[in-house]
T-cell receptor
Framework: GENVEQHPSTLSVQEGDSAVIKCTYS??????FPWYKQELGKRPQLIID?????GEKKDQRIAVTLNKTAKHFSLHITETQPEDSAVYFC????????????FGKGTLLTVNP | EAGVTQFPSHSVIEKGQTVTLRCDPI?????LYWYRRVMGKEIKFLLH????????ESGMPNNRFLAERTGGTYSTLKVQPAELEDSGVYFC???????????FGPGTRLTVL
């Protein structure tokens, strides 16, 4: 089955700096890659996703890149703010028309004011 | 629109007891997923309903877990009898179409003593 590895497990940055979280996946049939943000005590919320027919997607300060050949995708947050502090999860579906998600172990991002 | 709701938010039970978790998806969402996060580990897929039918239950740990979605609306996940290793946060998610965003509920934190 699908396996998703996520790094780093923790990341601490200064406000205004950029943060990058990287994930790799194993199933070449995967074609949907969402990123979820979970603030303390709250539910995971989708912040951005990318499908395998594009290599990059951007939404304001957040961008995701996908390299299908290497089977890795990354989340980039620019101009970080304290409210970006949360656990971020990457995920991949099981390919084709199967949309069950396999998650990475999460990255605890701390943005220091 | 109202989000995905789950009940209870917390449950503490003794080993050997039975617990039933409930999930109410967003109205009109045919797809309903159950996931579980054991402390410190990744969020793992349990099963997927399309309307009232089990589409994929490959993630269910064993036959102590029983999920139902009668009428294709809300879903229940029963654990009987509960074991210590069942402790964790159980998330429910729903999506309108198969390839659409999965919206997560707030989770049920289950503690088995």
């Amino acid at each position: 089955g699908e396996n998703v590895e996520q790094h780093p497990s923790t990341l601490s940055v200064q406000e205004g700096d950029s943060a990058v979280i990287k994930c790799t996946y194993s199933d070449s049939a995967s074609n949907y890659f969402p990123w979820y943000k979970q603030e303390l005590g709250k539910r995971p919320q989708l912040i951005i996703d990318i499908r395998s027919n594009v290599g990059e997607k951007k939404d304001q300060r957040i961008a995701v890149t996908l390299n299908k050949t290497a089977k890795h995708f990354s989340l980039h947050i620019t101009e970080t703010q304290p409210e970006d502090s949360a656990v971020y999860f990457c995920a991949a579906n099981s390919g084709g028309s199967n949309y069950k998600l396999t998650f990475g172990k999460g990255t605890l991002l701390t943005v220091n004011p | 629109e109202a989000g995905v709701t789950q009940f209870p938010s917390h449950s503490v039970i003794e080993k050997g007891q039975t617990v039933t978790l409930r999930c109410d998806p967003i109205s009109g969402h045919d797809n309903l997923y159950w996931y579980r996060r054991v402390m410190g580990k990744e969020i793992k897929f349990l099963l997927h309903f399309v309307k009232e039918s089990k589409q994929d239950e490959s993630g269910m740990p064993n036959n102590r877990f029983l999920a139902e979605r009668t009428g294709g609306t809300y879903s229940t996940l029963k654990v009987q009898p509960a074991e210590l290793e069942d402790s964790g946060v159980y998330f429910c998610a729903s999506s309108r179409g198969l390839a659409d965003e999965q919206f997560f509920g707030p989770g049920t934190r289950l503690t088995v003593l």
